[in-house]
């Protein structure tokens, strides 16, 4: 199964690569589990991820979606291989999702 044919479409799929590659603002890992979460608000870094890696051409309105967003967060649970990409549209929201999710995590586990 390739990278794309894993997600619901190929801008999920090439969110999720470039915040596996570093391509993020933020991120938020639990060391006991490997799980994690990362803040994505630069929709220009996917973008030089899907040339860079080859991808192929976005959709237009994939290319729109992602621009048109605050910013996105990517969650990987490395125990069920599940992956989910949340694109919010206003910075509130986008920062009240993130401020959430880094208070669910203790301390020690939280990279910036």
């Known amino acids: 199964m390739t990278l794309v044919e894993k997600f619901k479409t190929k801008l999920d799929a090439a969110v999720y690569g470039a ?10 890992s639990r060391s006991t589990d490997g799980s994690w979460y990362a803040l994505v608000k630069d929709g220009g870094s996917v973008l030089r991820w899907i040339v860079d890696n080859n991808v192929g ?3 237009a309105e994939e290319t729109h979606r992602l621009m048109r967003a605050s910013g996105v967060i990517v969650h990987e649970n490395r125990e069920n291989k599940e992956v989910s990409v949340r694109y919010l549209y ?20 939280v990279e910036v």
């Open 19 to 28: 915040a596996k590659e570093g391509g993020v603002d933020g991120i938020i």
């Open 57 to 59: 051409v976005l959709p």
């Open 90 to 109: 206003d910075d509130e929201d986008l920062f009240d999702a993130w401020e959430s999710l880094d208070s669910e995590f203790l301390p020690a586990d």
